[in-house]
Structure formats: structure tokens, C-alpha cells
Nanobody
């Protein structure tokens, strides 16, 4: 499965952004999805996941501002971020794993998108 992520860019603090993650040539039926980010000088970290049924889980640091959504009959899967902060500056990755439930660990994913950069200016 090839994943294609898009939606990054330069945004002012307080703004919003929506990322999309699409599977090339298919829907995400049968896959759980996760979103990760890697800030400059830091390791890649989990920010949220969505199961096959649509249940979601978010890292404490992003709860209330990040929303992941999906429609299993379609692609892509979306990550909406509101009230952006400079510390949200990072490369954002989507990842997919076969199965019902997302994983909090990047080792739990079979497929990765190429990453898309977000820079939040203060």
C-alpha cells in the first residue's frame, strides 16, 4: 500500500490546517491509521490514531486540537489541527497497519507516507 500525505505548509500561530492521507489505488478498508510527527531535533512521536470503526485516540499533548477522521468507503483519512502553536512545527507522517486497531508505536505500522512539513510562525 502506497500512502500519499499532503497538506503541510507555512501557517501562522492560531491558524488551522488539514492534512490528508490517501492510499494509492484503494480505500483504507481493513486498515487502522496513525499519525506521527517529528519536530526538529526530536524523535518521531505518535500524535493520534483511528481504528477501523472510527474510534480515535490522541496523545495528551494534542488533545482538543487534533481531530482524525475517516470514511471507510473513501480515501483519504484526515488530520485536522486547530489553534496551531509554534511547537507544532514538524514533519507529519501518516501510517497504516492491517487490522482493526491503531498502534501507539511506530513499529506497529506496515506502511508510511512520505511526510509533509508544517512550519508554524509566531
Amino acid at each position: 500500500v502506497q500512502l500519499q500525505a499532503s497538506g503541510g505548509g507555512l501557517v501562522q500561530a492560531g491558524g488551522s490546517l488539514r492534512f490528508s492521507c490517501a492510499a494509492s489505488g484503494r480505500t483504507f478498508g481493513g486498515y487502522a491509521l496513525g499519525w506521527f510527527r517529528q519536530a526538529p531535533g526530536k524523535e518521531r512521536a505518535f500524535v493520534g490514531g483511528i481504528s477501523w470503526s472510527g474510534s480515535t485516540y490522541y496523545a495528551d499533548s494534542v488533545k482538543g486540537r487534533f481531530t482524525i477522521s475517516r470514511d471507510n468507503t473513501k480515501t483519504p483519512v484526515y488530520l485536522q489541527i486547530t489553534s496551531l502553536k509554534p511547537e507544532d512545527t514538524a514533519v507529519y507522517y501518516c501510517a497504516a497497519r492491517t487490522g482493526y486497531v491503531y498502534s501507539l508505536s511506530q513499529d506497529g505500522y506496515n506502511y508510511w507516507g512520505q511526510g509533509t512539513l508544517v512550519t508554524v510562525s509566531s
